[in-house]
């Protein structure tokens, strides 16, 4: 056996006699901390189940009259009588950690091959031109592209830049798509200026000029807008079933296709939000939030903080008691991983964060786990998560 299982058997057997220095509890800590394994078993060797019923095994050895055998043969030396003080206070400090390696051995789980760290996503895209060319945007160099109509298009390392251009008032639109895979991101300024961030699993599909009455652009996904003001040009973000109308704002829509309901959350300025068959419309101030239900058709309107509705446009994974499913449908579009519950009760838990999105979901699901109430195991790119017992 490797002498380091040894030494944390002997760890484990003070811990659990609450015998440790502080040092030796920094040393435990360390080793727990260093994979999810080990952190597995030091939970399966103290728990308290688990304790009594290996202890009734431990029971079974008659260490009473083991030792009864060893005095009879060392007494039988009279002139070894140290020696046997000795062996018997030996006996009582190796005897437990002869026990923490039986534990060890007996819950050794089998070696399985180390999981990949699963990493966050990352600035990557396909631009789809109006000729059905794909251009692949991760890691692509600086560059220019130019449309059949004429329309120049900068392909930078984190963004896609049209240039400022408005049709003429008989010339058909030419359109693009920027599609954007689970586990990427990107910005994108259309040709008035507008900036549109867009989050993991979207896409957007744009005119590379706008026409001179009306910007309108359709979006499947999330998307963050600033909206370049022209009081003349209404913009408009056109959705599944329904529309976003704004002057010049900045403001968040959330329109995944698995999705119950379309969100539109307003950051600044005003927007209109309106049903597809325009039955329902509300019109929106700063801080608040419209919520379009697929199978009502109908609209709520509520105060929200829009800090927490655009936090992954900043980097941030952020929440605020929401159910884990919720939180866990935008882990794993931006970790491009699946998810599975074998309780199906935990997906309805509250939980809250503010996490680092560019952190490895390893040390996400440590902050969910700390809270006692779940446990979670990764392999490949699926996680499994269950109630803790």
């Given at each position: ?247 010049g704002t ?30 329902e419309s ?40 929401k159910p ?66």
């Amino acid at each position: 056996m490797d002498k380091t299982y040894f030494d944390i058997a002997v760890l484990v057997g003070k811990y659990l006699a609450d015998n440790l220095t502080e040092e030796e509890r920094s040393l435990l800590e360390e080793w727990i901390a260093l994979s999810e394994r080990n952190r597995r078993w030091f939970q399966r060797v103290t728990d308290e189940k688990y304790r009594t019923w290996k202890g009734s095994n431990v029971r079974l050895v008659d260490v009473e009259r083991g030792w009864q055998d060893l005095q009879s043969k060392r007494s039988k030396k009279a002139g070894k009588r140290l020696w046997v003080r000795w062996c018997r206070y030996a006996a009582i400090l190796v005897l437990p950690l002869l026990v923490g390696i039986i534990i060890y051995r007996y819950t050794e789980e089998p070696q399985v091959e180390e999981t990949t760290t699963i990493t966050s996503g990352t600035s990557k895209a396909r631009l789809i031109l109006a000729n059905g060319t794909s251009i692949s945007l991760e890691q692509q160099q600086k560059r220019v592209v130019e449309e059949e109509n004429g329309t120049r298009i900068d392909l930078q390392q984190q963004q896609v830049v049209y240039e400022n251009a408005i049709s003429d008032e008989y010339e058909e639109l030419v359109y693009n798509e920027l599609v954007i895979p689970r586990g990427g991101e990107y910005s994108l300024t259309l040709s008035d200026g507008t900036v549109v961030y867009m989050n993991a699993d979207s896409k957007l599909r744009f005119p590379v000029k706008f026409d001179r009455n009306l910007r309108m652009v359709e979006l499947e996904g999330e998307a963050y807008f600033k909206v370049q003001r022209n009081e003349k040009v209404p913009f408009i973000v056109k959705t599944s079933q329904i529309s976003v109308q704004v002057l010049g704002t900045e403001f968040n829509v959330s329109a995944y296709a698995e999705d119950l309901v379309i969100q539109t959350t307003l950051v600044s300025g005003a927007v209109k939000v309106f049903s597809e068959d325009e039955k329902e419309s509300v019109i929106l101030r700063p801080g608040e939030q419209a919520e379009f239900s697929r199978i009502t058709h109908e609209i709520q309107l509520e105060t929200v903080d829009v800090s927490y509705v655009t936090a992954w446009k900043d980097g941030r994974l952020r929440f605020q008691e929401k159910p884990l499913f919720e939180i866990m449908k935008n882990v794993a579009r931006w970790y491009d991983v699946e998810i599975i519950y074998e309780d199906e009760e935990v997906k309805y838990y509250p939980f809250g964060c503010n996490f680092n999105r560019m952190a490895t979901i390893e040390s996400l699901l440590q902050i969910f786990e700390a809270t006692g109430t779940i446990e979670t195991r990764v392999q490949g790119r699926k996680i499994w998560i269950k109630e803790r017992k």
